[in-house]
């Protein structure tokens, strides 16, 4: 099993910064691909961001092309994404999620493993 914790969120005003992590613990996430979804009220969870075992590929949503940056890093078994040019669309719970192949989907029936999620919310 593994189990994933967020954190970074919080209140930012339009153009500002924050940067998640998302910890895994329970066994390495070295071999797995892993993601970023975000899901604002009364809204479907979407895909923003997903990157390969080895972080040597990503892939991103139109909305945050440019904006975010996904990254890992395997000695500490930690994801992260930078989100930069914040809007107040992007307001949402971000949440990260793993799945037991190297290879990575932005869709969110194919990862295995979910954290609770983090809260973004950015004012105008």
């Known amino acids: 099993q593994v189990q994933l914790v967020e954190s970074g969120g919080g209140l930012v005003q339009a153009g500002g910064s924050l940067r998640l992590s998302c910890a895994a613990s329970g066994r390495t996430v070295s071999n797995y691909a892993m993601g970023w979804f975000r899901q604002a009220p009364g809204k479907e969870r979407e895909f923003v961001a997903a990157?390969?075992?080895?972080?040597?590929?990503?892939y991103y949503a139109d909305s945050v092309k440019g904006r975010f940056t996904i990254s890992r890093d395997n000695a500490k078994n930690t994801l992260y994404l930078q989100m930069n040019s914040l809007k107040p669309e992007d307001t949402a719970v971000y949440s990260c999620a793993a799945r037991a192949f190297p290879y990575y989907t932005s869709s969110s029936n194919s990862y295995d493993y979910w954290g609770p999620g983090t809260q973004v919310t950015v004012s105008s």
């Open positions: 990157i390969s075992r080895n972080g040597g590929s990503t």
